[in-house]
Nanobody, 131 residues
């Protein structure tokens, strides 16, 4: 079992930045799990915006879809079991509820895109970008 709690959402103007946090806890050793950040707009499917994958050779390594590459940065601080999502140059279309989720390490990074493969989810945090 993994418990995930997101924080850091809020309102920001176009071009601004936000840092989201995902605090992980529970009996499962989450440091060797992949963590994905998804967002969802009402009426639409959840979309992966960034993920940190893991393997036994290199440890953590990030994955970004084209829609956020260069603007979003994901990182993990194992000392505090927290995963961060730094978002820059925010646009109105970035407005959504943002979730973090955990799954076993993905052998192929493209598998990180699939929300159904994630076992545990946080409750979400709202991000609103206004002009």
């Amino acid at each position: 079992q993994v418990y995930l709690v997101e924080s850091g959402g809020g309102s920001v103007q176009v071009g601004g930045s936000l840092r989201l946090s995902c605090a992980a806890s529970g009996p499962t050793y989450v440091r060797s799990h992949a963590i994905g950040w998804f967002r969802q707009v009402h009426g639409h499917d959840r979309e992966l915006v960034a993920a940190v994958n893991w393997n036994g050779w290199v440890g953590d390594f990030p994955y970004y879809p084209d829609s956020t590459k260069g603007r979003f940065t994901v990182s993990r601080d194992n000392a505090v079991d927290t995963i961060f999502l730094e978002m820059r140059s925010l646009k109105p279309e970035d407005s959504a509820v943002y979730y973090c989720a955990a799954r076993p390490p993905a052998p192929d990074s493209t598998l990180l895109l699939r929300p159904d493969d994630y076992r545990w989810w946080g409750q979400g945090t709202q991000v609103t970008v206004s002009s």
